[in-house]
């Protein structure tokens, strides 16, 4: 089975940067995801990471080292519609199913 | 459209009545996932299809949820006997090939189900 932890909340003011970490305990490994959810909402795919290293897309980027079972979502020049919450899932390398964090609620403040 | 759609968005049952929720997928796309969605929690994966095969049900929680998807295309989750335990959000998602790397999952907006 798959342990993903994220943490529960961050806040920060418009113009910052958040930096969303994730850690994971998997029996198998095939990309670390970020997915972007607003309330009521579809969760929305940013990044992925399947190798070790930063993924950078936009005002976004992600980073994942495998040997340490960790990533982290980058949010940078952050914006009033980039409150949130943050999904960080693992991919299984068996059938590609995906296992979600509980995910972190990001609120902007002005 | 060109993401994935899903029906009813909102569906209150009575305790013991059948459900069925709808998911279209994009189009084209060989792979669909149901998800369970708990109020302040991440989805939890439930059943996954290649085509119209059903490779994986692992996470249903029950005998009384049934997933279908006959012509490899749209797909119906079938709830039975509901239970108000089952009253989550249901997440369908598409992507474009089981087998392809990088290929992330879209999702729907997903049916909001409430059991009284």
């Known amino acids: 089975g798959q342990n993903i932890d994220q943490p529960t909340e961050m806040t920060a003011t418009e113009g910052a940067i958040v930096q969303i970490n994730c850690t994971y305990q998997?029996?198998?490994?095939?990309?670390l995801f970020w997915y972007q959810q607003h309330a009521g909402e579809a969760p929305t795919f940013l990044s992925y990471?399947?190798?070790?290293g930063l993924e950078e897309t936009g005002r976004f980027s992600s980073f994942l080292s495998r040997s340490d079972s960790y990533g982290y979502l980058l949010l940078q020049e952050l914006q009033m519609k980039d409150s949130a919450s943050y999904l960080c899932?693992?991919?299984?390398?068996?059938?590609?199913?995906?296992?979600f964090g509980a995910g972190t609620t990001v609120t902007v403040r002005a | 459209g060109a993401g994935v759609s899903q029906s009813p968005r909102y569906k209150v049952a009575k305790r013991g009545q059948d459900v069925a929720l709808r998911c279209d997928p994009i189009?084209?796309?060989?792979?669909l996932f149901w998800y369970q969605q708990a109020l302040g929690q991440g989805p939890e994966f439930l059943t996954y299809?290649?085509?119209?095969?059903?490779?994986?049900k692992s996470g249903l929680p029950s005998d009384r949820f049934f997933a279908e998807r006959p012509e490899g295309s749209v797909s119906t989750l079938k709830i039975q006997r509901t239970q108000q335990e089952d009253s989550a959000v249901y997440l369908c998602?598409?992507?474009?090939?089981?087998?392809?790397?990088?290929?992330?999952?879209?999702f729907g907006d997903g049916t909001r189900l409430s059991i009284l």
């Open positions: 998602a598409s992507s474009l090939n089981l087998d392809a790397i990088n290929q992330p999952q879209h």
């Open positions: 998997t029996s198998g490994f095939n990309g």
């Open positions: 990471n399947v190798l070790d």
């Open positions: 899932a693992v991919r299984d390398r068996a059938d590609y199913k995906l296992s």
């Open positions: 189009s084209g796309h060989v792979s």
């Open positions: 299809f290649q085509n119209e095969a059903q490779l994986d």
